[in-house]
């Protein structure tokens, strides 16, 4: 187990998602993010079924980070209700995690 996380979320549009994604990455509450296009999600909303295309972000980030990005999520993001999951990373190559957590270490 490491302290790596991804974090998943999703907006409607690429220029959201782009703006969103330098934001964080720029205040190191994550070391990266890939933003994955041509996602369509199907999922109910006042009890109507929606079927709308979306951006998908992966996000990786620490855990120590998790509280600050959701924060800056519930802040900045354009939806009512933003997807925000997070999943724990159980192993990774050494290099990779540890590029990644010094990434998303704060300066002080």
Wanted: proline share 3%.
């Amino acid at each position: 187990m490491t302290d790596a996380r991804i974090a998943l979320t999703t907006f409607d549009s690429l220029d959201q998602a782009k703006h969103f994604s330098r934001y964080i990455v720029e205040r190191r509450f994550a070391a990266c993010v890939n933003l994955v296009e041509n996602v369509h999600s199907v999922y109910r909303w006042k009890e109507k079924v929606e079927s709308v295309p979306e951006i998908l972000a992966i996000i990786k980030t620490t855990v120590e980070r998790i509280d600050t990005l959701k924060d800056a999520l519930t802040v900045l993001h354009p939806y009512q209700v933003p997807e925000f999951i997070v999943l724990e990373i159980e192993e990774g190559g050494t290099s990779y995690l540890s590029w990644l957590l010094s990434a998303s270490r704060d300066l002080e």
